[in-house]
């Protein structure tokens, strides 16, 4: 396929990210806590059930945007990834092998094992350096409990210079506190970015584990004069994620006002939403409409994730 050619016929571009529900292989890993993710847990984590999260996952990434601009997205950001096996296996799995992806990752501390992830067209995002940032707490006996890094992927993106950061922050079971730490070390990344380059075009996504409005992710707007288009996405009937009935938007895209820019901007901000497509969704009973799990606790579901994907489009001048 000449990608090329098939890039030309549209002038509108994807920015996703995606929690896709923690992609282990089905092998233990002596370091982390992945027990659970074994053909002999009481999970059941098959080569079958891991092989049809990718297969289901994979096609699910595939169509993230392609309403507006009739192919693939360009750029992906993953949460709860293993390790860089799975990874290969997702994108050479069946929705995605067609497309020219590669990937940036890097093994973080997390006790559990889940990292965060960079998906790339590489015909359409030339990456320039990458590198993580560590953080962690102090549990009640003073030892280190890590959590995710921040991913910063530098690059390329149809030849104009952008910044990504990929985040994925402590959950709502661990305090407020960790969230607002996380937002903090994000913010001292963003100001030496800006230091360094005061016209950077940056992009940062993620689960947040807090909503727009919420302390952690209202500072990171405010004090860095980003601009947050999910703001308006959250309602009491949608979001990206279900707890008790109650809808969240922790996934994220928030981005540098340059963006927006007319003039002088080779990619310029449309617009962004929740891909929460039908086929993602329960189809009937008491959670009908929220996503379609691929677990729920240790009941195998077969679904896709407990997150929707959200996107960003840009226009191409």
Avoid: C
């Amino acid at each position: 396929m000449n990608f090329n050619l098939f890039r030309a016929k549209t002038n509108k571009q994807t920015i996703a990210f995606y929690n896709i529900e923690n992609l282990f292989d089905i092998y233990k890993d002596d370091l982390t806590r992945d027990d659970d993710f074994a053909p002999t847990s009481e999970k059941r984590w098959t080569i079958k059930r891991y092989k049809n999260k990718l297969r289901k996952i994979g096609y699910a990434i595939s169509n993230i945007g392609r309403k507006e601009t009739n192919t693939h997205p360009a750029i992906i950001g993953l949460a709860e990834v293993e390790n860089e096996a799975v990874l290969k296996d997702l994108i050479a799995s069946k929705h995605l092998k067609e497309y020219p992806y590669q990937f940036v990752h890097y093994d973080s501390k997390d006790e559990r094992g889940i990292d965060v992830a960079f998906i790339y067209d590489s015909k359409k995002f030339k990456v320039s350096t990458s590198e993580v940032f560590t953080f962690s707490f102090k549990d009640d006996d003073g030892s280190p409990d890590y959590t995710r890094d921040i991913l910063l992927v530098s690059g390329a993106f149809l030849g104009e210079p952008i910044h990504f950061l990929v985040n994925h922050w402590p959950s709502r079971r661990s305090g407020e506190h960790k969230r607002i730490t996380a937002s903090n070390h994000l913010q001292s990344i963003i100001s030496t970015l800006k230091n360094s380059l005061p016209n950077a075009k940056i992009v940062v996504m993620g689960d947040f584990n807090d909503n727009p409005s919420d302390i952690s992710v209202d500072q990171l707007t405010t004090n860095q004069g980003l601009f947050n288009p999910m703001e308006t996405l959250l309602s009491i009937d949608r979001g990206t994620t279900s707890h008790h009935s109650e809808w969240n938007l922790f996934d994220q895209i928030i981005i540098t006002h340059n963006f927006l820019k007319r003039h002088s901007n080779k990619l310029r901000f449309v617009k962004a939403d929740i891909y929460d497509a039908d086929f993602l969704k329960q189809s009937d009973g008491k959670y009908k409409g929220t996503p379609y799990r691929t677990y729920v606790g240790k009941k195998y579901k077969g679904g896709y994730s407990d997150h929707f994907p959200v996107y960003m489009i840009l226009n191409i001048k």
